[in-house]
């Protein structure tokens, strides 16, 4: 595979494309709010903020938000831990043209959850989901790499990254969520005693 095509995922339509083995593929296909099960699944959930600030989006995400290329977006990058453990690294982009009335809350979500706004704003319009393995010499695998190392937490180099996303549209406004999840996510599905 050449360099340059590591810097895109193959984002499928279908979860069956990617080959997640069954506890993985239950994480990726979960209905609803991924927030609220990993409340569920876990005595203390946390959304850790890393940075939010304007960057340029990756290769993958300009045609999904309307861009014609790698333009600079806002950016949005989180930890979401369960019982002090990261199990999800999530990465937003919003395009600059995207106003304050499109995404009112963006700019101060702080350590809230995404999820739980887009999940109960009415005006919020969900896409559909793609799924994708994040391969090593993606930048978004770099991304969990550091910061997990960052937080003091093992990468796991060897392991395979398997990851969703959906664009979300508010008014005039669309915005790119995207979900790796870590190998911790399985350790949730194994021992939590809390239902769904």
Known sequence: MRPASLRRARWLAHPDGVHAPAPMRDWLTTEGSLTARLVASSDSFRVQKLRQAGNVCLADEAGAIGLPRPLRVWEREVL???DGRPVVYGHTVVPLTATASDWPLFSALGERSLGTTLFYDPLVERGQLAYARIR??????????????????????????FARRCVYRRRQGLLLV??????AVLKLACTSTKSK
């Open 80 to 82: 979401l831990r369960c």
């Open 136 to 161: 090593p010499g993606h930048p978004l695998r770099a991304r969990v790499r550091a910061a997990l190392l960052e937080n003091d937490v093992p990468f796991a180099a060897d392991a395979d990254y």
């Open 178 to 183: 995207t979900e790796v999840f870590l190998p």
